[in-house]
């Protein structure tokens, strides 16, 4: 009897070895598989090749054509149909005459609010601002023109 004891636990500590030796075994596998893990320090290592891909792809996608697929709904109940009429009446009228007067007003707002918020307040700066920023611009793409001072 004390020999089937000693056996139990020989066998116990053999099972207890062989699992703390597959946890090793799942543990290195799982670090090895960490796809994860494996990109986020590639990205880190090799930055430049991650965007040159990603410029190329998005360039493929740029010169995919876009999808042409007209797309019909139509009704269970012919019968039952309701026709939309085109005119829109009176108020597609009072909608375009109040967009028409709002749209220069909000943009006025806007770009009032714009510039007190970047800090360039005063007579004139609006035009400032842009001939400044269409001058950076052409100066980036290299289409500077030297003006004579006037």
């Known amino acids: ?64 054509p876009a999808r042409k697929i007209k797309i019909y709904v139509r009704p269970s109940d012919p019968r039952n149909v309701v026709r939309r009429s085109n005119s829109g009446g009176v108020l597609k009228l009072i909608r375009e005459g109040g967009w028409s007067i709002g749209k220069p007003i909000l943009a006025d707002y806007l ?20 001939i400044w920023a269409t001058a950076f611009i052409k100066g980036l793409r290299g289409q500077s023109k030297e003006e004579p001072d006037r």
């Open 1 to 64: 009897m004390a020999q089937s004891h000693e056996n139990k636990r020989q066998i116990a500590a053999a099972i207890s070895a062989n699992r703390v030796e597959l946890q090793n075994s799942a543990l290195l596998v799982r670090h090895n598989l960490d796809i994860r893990s494996f990109l986020l320090e590639s990205r880190k290592k090799h930055l430049s090749i991650w965007m040159c891909f990603g410029a190329i792809f998005g360039w493929i996608l740029s010169r995919l």
């Open 111 to 130: 770009a009032r609010k714009f510039l007190k918020t970047a800090g360039v307040w005063g007579t004139g700066s609006l035009p400032e601002a842009l």
